[in-house]
């Protein structure tokens, strides 16, 4: 299969805080990983596309200094969500892509983020 | 531009009832991949199916059957005998081909089946 782990699952930070999420393919090398988020009962939206070495790409409307992604290797790529508020408050959900299979994304179990 | 369409947003049947999740699609190209993802409570999206725009042969898996019709550009899932773990969202989603150079997963809307005992 092609696993991908993300970590943590749940965190709970206080306002102004920041908080990093690590997603990792696990069986695999990912050369694009991918960051969403996901309100509650809304669908997945796309915030930036993630490449191994360079830098991301942000979907309009996504602040580049308040999501900083870092992928730093081929299993690895990081969210930090700088000077969480409540509004930032989601579930955020990674996935990757394996070489060979570049239309198929395979996803993470998510990330829930509470900003108090 | 692309676009997928779940026009129902929340399907509620008896366990053992057939359902029908449908999808519709837009797009200009002609090469291009659809895809159904379960995210049940827990939140993590399963990979169902993946079909290439190629290939409209329609797919059984188990209970599970997806119906490809490039004509309507629909992609509709349907589940028989429904089964009380079968209650999650279901998204369906499209990419364009990668010959068109890189592309985003674009996601429906998703649709809430509820299975009741």
């Known amino acids: 299969g092609a696993v991908v782990s993300q970590h943590p699952s749940w965190v709970i930070c206080k306002s102004g805080t920041s908080v990093k999420i690590e997603c990792r393919s696990l069986?695999?090398?990912?050369?694009?990983m991918f960051w969403y988020r996901q309100f509650p009962k809304q669908s997945l939206m796309l915030m930036a596309t993630s490449n191994e070495g360079s830098k991301a790409t942000y979907e309009q409307g996504v602040e580049k200094d308040k999501f900083l992604i870092n992928h730093a290797s081929l299993t690895l790529s990081t969210l930090t969500v700088t000077s969480a508020h409540p509004e930032d408050s989601s579930f955020y959900i990674c996935s990757a892509i394996r070489a060979g299979e570049a239309e198929t994304q395979y996803f993470g179990p998510g990330t829930r983020l509470l900003v108090l | 531009a692309q676009k997928v369409t779940q026009a129902q947003t929340e399907i509620s049947v008896v366990e053992k009832e057939d359902v029908t999740l449908d999808c519709v699609y837009e797009t200009r190209d002609t090469t291009y991949y659809l895809f159904w993802y379960k995210q049940p409570p827990s939140g993590e999206l399963v990979f169902l199916i993946r079909r290439n725009s190629f290939d409209e042969q329609n797919e059984i898996s188990g209970r599970y059957s997806w119906n490809f019709q490039k004509s309507t550009s629909s992609f509709n899932f349907t589940i028989t005998a429904s089964q009380v773990v079968d209650s999650a969202v279901y998204f369906c989603?499209?990419?364009?081909?990668?010959?068109?150079?890189?592309?985003?997963?674009?996601f429906g809307t998703g649709t809430r089946l509820l299975v009741s005992p």
């Open positions: 989603a499209l990419i364009r081909g990668w010959d068109t150079g890189f592309q985003k997963l674009v």
């Open positions: 069986d695999f090398q990912a050369t694009t």
